[in-house]
């Protein structure tokens, strides 16, 4: 058994709950837990005073409403510093939909703009239709495709950002520019629900690894999983929406 441990902290996910991101958690926990790496999930709610990120090793935001992402704006925004500092210092971060929106300045609404973190430069502004459905990228990162399930009604402009990946299937971060999400230094930031990692192990794996080397150094090595029905889904998808 390994002696490393892996601290993963879900923010607000009593308010930033849809579309099953909760599986996002469950599949850094699992492919840790299986390689022998101790995990530990912890989660910061509304009602939780104390903010401390000195020993966690992953940031999780998922994504909410318009009404629910103003009202965690407003507590993000008390703790901006330390989440700036973290991400600026390798923390890992992952960000789903709402969460991406808010790490950016701003998300400008119809009536009224929500401020953001300014972790990432970017900015987004509501569109005329909500963009839904598969989406399938071609990402570096990942070694070949990313899949997943787009829902938003935001178009992020995400200027000199590296995206997560290409578009070949679906809309994307604006619609137009053929980029989805951001990444930066060990911020990763998508659209993409489904949820996202369980679809993407290779994806999932590079975050951790990520967060192993931050704490513990290089030379950090995954063993590999037996990720054949994972590799199928997301074959699927790819099969039926790009390679038809």
């Known amino acids: 058994m390994s002696d490393m441990k892996i601290k993963i902290m879900h923010l607000y996910p009593d308010l930033l709950n849809l579309y099953g991101d909760r599986g996002n958690i469950e599949c850094l926990k699992r492919r840790l837990i299986w390689r022998g790496i101790d995990a530990e999930v912890v989660s910061h709610t ?10 966690v090793d992953i940031l999780f935001l998922g ?89 938003h009604g935001g178009r992020t402009h995400i200027g000199s950002h590296k995206p997560l990946g290409k578009v070949v299937y679906g809309h994307g971060n604006d619609e137009t520019s053929g980029a989805e999400g ?13 949820p996202l990692l369980p679809k993407n192990p290779k994806l999932c794996d590079h975050i951790l690894k990520n967060a192993l080397i931050r704490k513990y150094g290089g030379g950090v ?24």
Do not use: M, W
């Open 46 to 55: 509304c009602d939780d005073s104390g903010f401390d990120l000195s020993d």
């Open 63 to 151: 994504g909410g409403s318009d009404r629910e992402q103003k009202i965690v704006c407003s507590r993000l925004l008390e703790h901006k510093a330390e989440i700036s500092g973290f991400a600026e210092n390798g923390g890992s971060i992952v960000a789903v939909c709402g969460g991406y929106q808010l790490l950016g300045r701003y998300y400008k609404l119809e009536d009224e703009t929500i401020e953001g973190l300014g972790i990432l430069d970017i900015y987004t502004e509501q569109g005329s239709k909500r963009l839904i459905g598969n989406i399938v990228l071609e990402s570096e990162l990942a070694g070949g495709y990313i899949v997943g399930f787009e829902n």
């Open 182 to 194: 951001v990444v930066y230094k060990n911020v990763v930031a998508t659209y993409l629900h489904g």
């Open 221 to 244: 090595e995954l063993a590999p999983l037996d990720d054949e029905l994972e590799n199928k889904a997301n074959e699927y998808i790819v099969n039926r929406f790009v390679k038809k």
